[in-house]
């Protein structure tokens, strides 16, 4: 089989610092077990149905990244770059096989490598509702088969978090998952309930204070116009008191998007 033809699953979305090509972008589930945030409505995962991934199936993905990855150091070590990327290692390849000028996989895995191959982002929305001896499982594979990886994140909800066993919590990041991407957008409570979050801001305090005891990273995100003109004061006070109860090691601001098809766009008009 050739390069070109060879694929695995990517999902749509990843955070900012995993973009560009320093992440190699692993779907361990797919779209959003919740899927009714109204600012979000899951419209980026096409309202498709949540899933949760076989083992098998991404194992089999791995399997494919490190037979790209073993392909692009071989070509490398033929034109003497001693297994380094080199961009010329990409345009002999591309000129003996022409396809993978338009291949997403093999440009996400070169430029993967070319970054050091040191992390990887787990997708979609929720990877920690997966059974966690079985995230536990492809964690040590993943790790196993590139043993260059440093830092391994995902998206997870708090609701999820504040469920989990702190024991379950520890072994997986004991397993290498290290950091965690937590949408927050607000700490109020009324707030939260109009957009249909799912979680209250007690669950948020409870979820983070774990998720930094059990050793993660933790980055929160915070819609910062959620509130609009008439909650911006509750909207800001109760996401401050929110945050220093969790003491999070990032804090991301991101402006509310008002996408068409979501609740909010209604609301909005």
Known sequence: MNLSEKSFEIGAIRPPSEGGSHSLLLRTTRNCPWSRCKFCYAIMYNREKFELRKVEGIKRDIDTVKHMADEIKRVSWELCHGGDL???????????????????????????????????????????????????????????????ISRVTTYV???????????????????GLSRLHVGLETGDDELLKHVDKGVTSEEQIIAGQKAKKAGFELSEYVMIDLGGRDRFKQH???????????????VRLRPFMVMPGVPLYDEYE
């Open 86 to 148: 080199h961009p010329d290692v990409a345009s002999v390849m591309i000129n003996k096989e022409p396809e993978l000028k338009i291949s997403e996989w093999f440009a996400l895995v070169f430029n993967w490598l070319y970054s050091g191959a040191k992390t990887v982002f787990l997708q979609d929305a929720n990877s920690l509702i997966m059974p966690t001896e079985q995230l536990i499982e492809v964690l040590h594979y993943l790790t196993e088969t590139f043993p260059s």
């Open 157 to 175: 909800r708090s609701k999820t978090i504040a469920k989990k066993p702190l024991e379950g919590l520890k072994a997986l990041n004991q397993a």
């Open 236 to 250: 800001a006070e109760n996401t401050a008191r929110v945050l220093t109860k969790i003491n999070p090691d990032f």
